[in-house]
C-alpha cells in the first residue's frame, strides 16, 4: 500500500479533530493553528456544513478560507464576527474552540500562561488569554502535537488559565452545567472526558500506537474506552479538501520531520 | 471649549505623570499607538501600571523598564508568538501582574467607563487568576438562582492612548480596521484619552456610512497627534500591514548583548522622524502587506 505510507500523521490528525465538530448545530467552530483550523474546516465541508466559520480575522465566511497566500481567492463573506462579537458569542455559550495549550491535567484544565513559579516563572508564555471565558461558557477540545509527561502534567496545571472536573475547584453556587469538553487530539492518540466523573479515557490509538506508549507519555492513570481502536486514516475524498484548504502544505510544519500516519514496513 | 486638541507627541506624554495607571489600545501586534510609546520610551515617565491587550507596547515599556505593574491577558507578537522582552521582565520578576482572561479585561472597562465598581461574569470562576488576584472578590446572585459570579472590578485608567486612521482637530475620529478591537472602551475607561492619527483633518464633514466608523465621542478625547505610520511595526488596516523584518530585528535583539540599547539608540532616541527614516519612510510603511490569516 504504497498510497496509504504517503498520508502523514498530520492529516490522521486533522480528520480526527473534525469529528470534534460533529453534531454540534449551528455554533461558531474556532481552531486555533494549522491542525485545529484544518479539522474545523474539513468538518464545514463534510460532514457539518451548519458550522460557522471566521476568516481567522473578523469576518464570518460561507466556505472554510485556505490558509496562506491565496492568490485570486476572494473569502465568501457571510456576516461579521470582530473579537468583541466573538466574546459575545462566547458568553452565550455557541462556540466549539480547539486550542493547544502548554499543560493539560487529569481534569482537563488548562495552562497557556507560565511553567514554575508564578511570582518567577522559569517560563512565561502568552498569558491566560480567552482561556478561562472559553472554558467555562461553551464547547472546547484540546489539540496536543506533541503527547508526552511535561504537557499531561501528573498533578494539576502549574496555573489553571482553563477549567475543568475538578472538584475542589468549584465551590458552592458556581454554575459548572456549561463545562464541556470533549476530545483532546494528540500525536499519538485521541483522548475523550467519557470515564467516571469525566476521567480522561483513551478514545482511538494511532495507527502502530499502543496503550501502554500512551499510558508512558501522561503523568496520570489512563482509562481505555470500552470500544477502543484505531484511529481511522483519512478518505481520498478528505485529502483532497485538506490540500485544496493547505495548498502551502503548512501541516507538514507541525510535527517533527512530518512524519507518516503509518510507519513504514 | 477647545476647539482644536492638537499636540505633540512629546505634549501628550508630557502630560502623563510617573505612576500612572496607562490603557494601550489595540490588540497584539495590531493597532498599537506606537508613536506615542515611542515617545513615552524618550521620556523620564516611571512606575506605570500598564493595561493592554499586550504586544510590542508591552514589551518595550517592559525593556525600557517603565513598567511597574502589567495589567493584561495576553502579550504576543503573533507570528512570533513570544514576545521577547515581555517574558524576560515577567521571568525575572520584574514586574507585578495582573493576569486576566480576555474578556475580564474587556469588562473591567466597561465597568470603569459605566462609572461602576464592578461588573458581575462567570468567567474566571474555578481558574487560578481568582487564585493569584485576591483582591478580585465574588458576588451571589440577589436573585433566586444564588449563583456566585466573579465581581470584576473596574479598570480605571488614568489616560489611554489609541492609534486611529482619521482624526480632526476637535477629536472626532475615524476607525477603519477589519476589526477595531476595544480602542473605544479604552477611551471610555480614561479620564483623559490622547489619540495619534495617520490623517488629521481641521474638521470631518461625513456622509452617514463613514460617519458609522466613529466609535467613540470627542469628549472623551484630550488630545489629538499627528503620526503618520504612528502604528508602525504593529498591523494598521487598511493602511499598513506589520513589518515582520522590523519584528524579527527587535525580536533578535532580546538575546543580543546590549540588545535592548542598540534597539533604542538606532531606531528610537533620534526622534519620530528618524524612525520612520530608519524604518524605510512612509513609501516603504504604505507597501507592507496585510496579513493573511
Avoid at chain 2, 3 to 19: C, D, I, M
Avoid at chain 2, 157 to 164: G, I, M, P
Avoid at chain 2, 180 to 208: G, I, N, P
Wanted: hydrophobic letters at 40%.
Amino acid at each position: 500500500m504504497t498510497e496509504t505510507t504517503q498520508i502523514t500523521l498530520a492529516e490522521l490528525m486533522i480528520v480526527a479533530a473534525s469529528e470534534t465538530w460533529r453534531d454540534n448545530g449551528e455554533v461558531l467552530a474556532s481552531g486555533i493553528t494549522t491542525i485545529p483550523r484544518l479539522g474545523a474546516s474539513l468538518a464545514k465541508l463534510t460532514h457539518s456544513p451548519e458550522l460557522l466559520m471566521t476568516d481567522s480575522e473578523a469576518f464570518l465566511v460561507s466556505e472554510p478560507v485556505p490558509l496562506g497566500p491565496r492568490g485570486d481567492y476572494k473569502p465568501k463573506y457571510e456576516g461579521y464576527m470582530s473579537f468583541d462579537r466573538v466574546f459575545e458569542c462566547v458568553w452565550g455559550g455557541k462556540r466549539h474552540v480547539m486550542i493547544g495549550p502548554t499543560q493539560v491535567d487529569r481534569w482537563g484544565q488548562t495552562n497557556l500562561s507560565v511553567i514554575g513559579d508564578y511570582a518567577k516563572p522559569k517560563s512565561a508564555m502568552l498569558g491566560v488569554r480567552g482561556l478561562p471565558g472559553n472554558s467555562i461558557n461553551h464547547i472546547n477540545s484540546l489539540f496536543v502535537p506533541n503527547h508526552g509527561p511535561r504537557v499531561f502534567v501528573a498533578g494539576e496545571v502549574d496555573m489553571v488559565s482553563g477549567v475543568g472536573y475538578n472538584p475542589e475547584r468549584w465551590g458552592e453556587g458556581m454554575k459548572q452545567d456549561y463545562l464541556d469538553l470533549r476530545l483532546i487530539v494528540t500525536d499519538l492518540c485521541v483522548l475523550d472526558f467519557g470515564g467516571p466523573q469525566h476521567a480522561i479515557r483513551v478514545k482511538s490509538l494511532h495507527p502502530g500506537v499502543s496503550f501502554e506508549q500512551v499510558q508512558t507519555a501522561t503523568g496520570f492513570p489512563l482509562l481505555k474506552a470500552e470500544n477502543l481502536g484505531e484511529t481511522p486514516l483519512p478518505t481520498a475524498e478528505q485529502l483532497a479538501i485538506i490540500q485544496r484548504l493547505d495548498p502551502h502544505n503548512f501541516r507538514g510544519a507541525v510535527l517533527k520531520n512530518n512524519p507518516p500516519a503509518l510507519k513504514a514496513a | 471649549m477647545a476647539l482644536n486638541k492638537e499636540l505633540t507627541a512629546a505634549a501628550a506624554v508630557a502630560q502623563l505623570r510617573s505612576g500612572m495607571t496607562v490603557g494601550i489600545g489595540g490588540w497584539g501586534p495590531r493597532r498599537k499607538p506606537m508613536a506615542l510609546v515611542r515617545e513615552m520610551l524618550r521620556s523620564g515617565l516611571k512606575d506605570l501600571t500598564v493595561v493592554s491587550y499586550g504586544g510590542p507596547d508591552v514589551g518595550m515599556l517592559c525593556a525600557a523598564g517603565k513598567v511597574k505593574k502589567l495589567i493584561f491577558p495576553f502579550v504576543t507578537l503573533d507570528a512570533i508568538p513570544l514576545e521577547p522582552y515581555y517574558r524576560k521582565a515577567r521571568e525575572s520578576g520584574a514586574i507585578e501582574v495582573m493576569e486576566l482572561d480576555e474578556g475580564m479585561f474587556e469588562w473591567g472597562l466597561r465597568a470603569a467607563g459605566m462609572r461602576m465598581s464592578f461588573l458581575p461574569t462567570r468567567v474566571g470562576l474555578a481558574t487560578d487568576v481568582l487564585a493569584k488576584n485576591p483582591q478580585i472578590k465574588t458576588i451571589v446572585s440577589p436573585y433566586e438562582d444564588g449563583e456566585v459570579y466573579v465581581a470584576m472590578p473596574a479598570l480605571k485608567l488614568d489616560a489611554a492612548l489609541l492609534h486611529v486612521n482619521e482624526s480632526d482637530r476637535l477629536g472626532n475620529t475615524l476607525v477603519r480596521g477589519a476589526d477595531t478591537f476595544f480602542d473605544h472602551l479604552f477611551a471610555r475607561a480614561a479620564e483623559r484619552c490622547y489619540v495619534s492619527t495617520e490623517v488629521l483633518h481641521d474638521k470631518l464633514a461625513l456622509d452617514a456610512d463613514t460617519a458609522k466608523l466613529n466609535s467613540f465621542e470627542r469628549y472623551l478625547v484630550s488630545g489629538v497627534v499627528y503620526a503618520p505610520c504612528g502604528a508602525h511595526p504593529t498591523y494598521f488596516g487598511p493602511n499598513y500591514g506589520w513589518d515582520m523584518d522590523h519584528f524579527k530585528r527587535y525580536n533578535a535583539s532580546a538575546t543580543e548583548d546590549n540588545g535592548w540599547q542598540k534597539y533604542l539608540d538606532e531606531f528610537v532616541n533620534g526622534g519620530e522622524a528618524e524612525y520612520l527614516s530608519k524604518v524605510g519612510g512612509a513609501e516603504r510603511v504604505a507597501k507592507l502587506k496585510l496579513p493573511v490569516f
